[in-house]
C-alpha cells in the first residue's frame, strides 16, 4: 500500500467516525440546543483537522515535486555532461 492509498483511508475513516459521532449525538437523550452545540464543537474541530491534513499534502506535494526536479536535473547532467 502506497501513501496515496494509505492518506485516503485515513480521510475516508475519519470522515465516517464523524459521520458516526454526529449521529450517535442525533440519536442521544438530550436537549437540541446542547446537541447543536456539540455538533458545531465537533465540525470545528473537524474543520481544523482537514486544514492540518491539506497544509501537510501541500507540503509533501512540495517535497515531491522539488524531488523530482532535482532527479531530472541530476538525470540530465548524467546523460549530458559538460
Do not use: W
Amino acid at each position: 500500500m502506497n501513501r496515496s492509498e494509505c492518506g485516503g483511508i485515513c480521510v475516508a475513516f475519519l470522515c465516517g467516525a464523524a459521520i458516526g459521532a454526529a449521529t450517535a449525538l442525533l440519536m442521544a437523550p438530550q436537549s437540541g440546543e446542547r446537541t447543536r452545540r456539540q455538533l458545531k464543537r465537533q465540525a470545528g474541530q473537524f474543520h481544523d483537522y482537514l486544514e492540518d491534513v491539506r497544509e501537510d499534502f501541500q507540503h509533501r506535494v512540495h517535497d515531491v515535486k522539488q524531488a523530482t526536479e532535482d532527479a531530472v536535473k541530476q538525470l540530465e547532467r548524467r546523460i549530458r555532461p559538460n
